[in-house]
T-cell receptor, first 112, second 112 residues
Framework: GEDVEQSLFLSVREGDSSVINCTYTDSSSTYLYWYKQEPGAGLQLLTYIFSNMDMKQDQRLTVLLNKKDKHLSLRIADTQTGDSAIYFCAESPTGTASKLTFGTGTRLQVTL | EAGVAQSPRYKIIEKRQSVAFWCNPISGHATLYWYQQILGQGPKLLIQFQNNGVVDDSQLPKDRFSAERLKGVDSTLKIQPAKLEDSAVYLC??????????FGPGTRLTVT
């Protein structure tokens, strides 16, 4: 079955860049997502990338996809304290009305 | 645009009791999902509806969990009887049959 793995914890200083990594096993993944979850809140969709792309940039966020290695990363430029949260990588085999398989989440801690 | 609404936000029950959660998806979204998120883990799909039909309920513990979406809009998820291991956040999500899936704030269930 599908498996999505992430490192559990990342600590960065305010103003630095954060890079959160994710690996997945399902070669039929069509869409790959990054969600943000703040304490006590639901999941907020940050961005997603279609599998025929290798990069997507949206303001401070850059998503890189290495489809050969099944590796996805999220780079947050100029990390702020408000970026402290858990970040989930997720994949979807077809993208349209299909289920998401989530990783275990990476807790990002931003220090002053 | 109003987001996905869920209620209640918090619920505490004793084991063997019953509980029900309600979800109102974003207007016009045909697909609705219920996810279970155990503390420290990523969300896991319980059931997926397309309009009022079930698309995937392979991971729903059907001996105690049930869900319905009678008119293809709102949905309820029920647990009867609850076990200690059901303590989790129950997330509802909806999708307009595109790559984007929107999550509600979740219902945090504590079973004592």
């Amino acid at each position: 079955g599908e498996d999505v793995e992430q490192s559990l914890f990342l600590s960065v200083r305010e103003g630095d860049s954060s890079v959160i990594n994710c690996t997945y096993t399902d070669s039929s993944s069509t869409y790959l997502y990054w969600y943000k979850q703040e304490p006590g809140a639901g999941l907020q969709l940050l961005t997603y990338i279609f599998s025929n792309m290798d990069m997507k940039q949206d303001q401070r966020l850059t998503v890189l996809l290495n489809k050969k290695d099944k590796h996805l990363s999220l780079r947050i430029a100029d990390t702020q304290t408000g970026d402290s949260a858990i970040y989930f990588c997720a994949e979807s085999p077809t993208g349209t009305a299909s289920k998401l398989t989530f990783g275990t989440g990476t807790r990002l801690q931003v220090t002053l | 645009e109003a987001g996905v609404a869920q209620s209640p936000r918090y619920k505490i029950i004793e084991k063997r009791q019953s509980v029900a959660f309600w979800c109102n998806p974003i207007s016009g979204h045909a697909t609705l999902y219920w996810y279970q998120q155990i503390l420290g883990q990523g969300p896991k799909l319980l059931i997926q509806f397309q309009n009022n039909g079930v698309v995937d309920d392979s991971q729903l513990p059907k001996d105690r969990f049930s869900a319905e979406r009678l008119k293809g809009v709102d949905s309820t998820l029920k647990i009867q009887p609850a076990k200690l291991e059901d303590s989790a956040v129950y997330l509802c999500a909806s999708s307009p049959n595109s790559a984007t899936k929107y999550f509600g704030p979740g219902t945090r269930l504590t079973v004592t």
